[in-house]
């Protein structure tokens, strides 16, 4: 016990001789390693590199309390490991620093940035990507659908009205659940953690009196949903085709590919990137405004 205490006190007095000692240069140094090994970690922490990293780590501690009580052999065998440990590394996380290096080098700056956070975003962007096409190609063949998104709100006892599927977001699926011989395509499907987790589902129905008499049951249950919660509601029109965006009370019609994927896009990137429900581009709308031509 005398050895330890003598080891940990020898030890922070070096390190209070490091600090008193350290220089403006030496904080800047310290501040860019930090915010490098910050991003290395956010990088690494959702993939497969993340256990391996965790073991890695275990080990670095297990080689230090062997040190600090003098145990011979695991020092031996852990020494002998750390000294190929560099190479060993590389190995072990080739596929991930290939892929790290691809993406700084294609795009330094912005890349660099967004190390830590390609998981979500990809994952955000294909169900954008899917949802985009499939109310696209649905508005063309004049199919009737109600795509909910889940965000902050849950709609667990929503889900519960319609059938359990979790599944993948596709298009092909989206379509055929919506196709009009299907026993699920009168009902709303409900998006949430980036997988179709219920069709088949009955959303609330607005009340609001000042929405367009010409919009039917569909509307007004994307509307209804969109009141309830901060979901956002995709409409494709039976009867017109037209696509249209329920989501804080308001309906935004007039919808195509291109305008979908951009709204859907800045919403809930947004969601990923500030962790907290953005505020709507009204766009000069007023609630419950026709917007069909």
Do not use: W
């Not at 700056?109 to 649905?138: F, Y």
């Not at 199919?143 to 709100?153: D, P």
């Not at 667990?156 to 395509?185: E, P, Y």
């Amino acid at each position: 016990m005398q050895t330890i205490l003598a080891y940990l006190k020898t030890f922070f007095d070096n390190i209070g001789a490091q600090i008193m000692s350290m220089t403006f240069v030496d904080f800047i140094d310290i501040a860019v390693l930090s915010i490098l090994l910050y991003y290395v970690y956010r990088f690494i922490r959702d993939r497969r590199a993340g256990k391996l990293a965790l073991g890695l780590g275990l080990l670095v501690v297990l080689y230090t309390v062997a040190a600090l009580l003098e145990m011979h052999a695991i020092s031996f065998l852990l020494d002998n490991f750390f000294q190929v440990g560099l190479i060993a590394l590389m190995i072990l996380f080739q596929p991930e620093l290939r892929a790290a290096l691809e993406k700084v080098g294609a795009d330094p700056l912005r890349s660099i940035k967004n190390l830590g956070e390609p998981k979500e975003i990809a994952a955000h962007t294909a169900v954008i990507d899917n949802i985009c096409i499939a109310a696209s190609d649905m508005s063309r063949d004049r199919t009737g659908a109600l795509m909910v998104i889940e965000r902050s709100t849950k709609l667990g006892d929503i889900m519960k009205t319609g059938v359990q599927i979790d599944a993948i977001v596709s298009q092909s699926l989206l379509k055929n659940i919506f196709f009009n011989k299907a026993s699920l395509h009168d009902g709303a499907v409900i998006v949430s953690d980036y997988r179709i987790a219920a069709a088949g589902c009955f959303l609330p129905l607005t009340q609001n009196s000042q929405l367009s008499k010409d919009k039917g049951t569909r509307h007004r249950a994307g509307v209804g949903m969109s009141e309830v919660s901060d979901a956002i509601v995709v409409i494709v029109s039976e009867e017109t085709g037209e696509i249209s965006l329920a989501i804080d009370g308001e309906l935004l019609g007039g919808q195509n590919y291109s305008t979908l994927r951009k709204q859907l896009t800045d919403i809930l990137l947004g969601d990923v990137q500030t962790k907290r429900m953005p505020k709507f581009a009204k766009k000069g709308k007023k609630k419950g405004e026709k917007t069909d031509g």
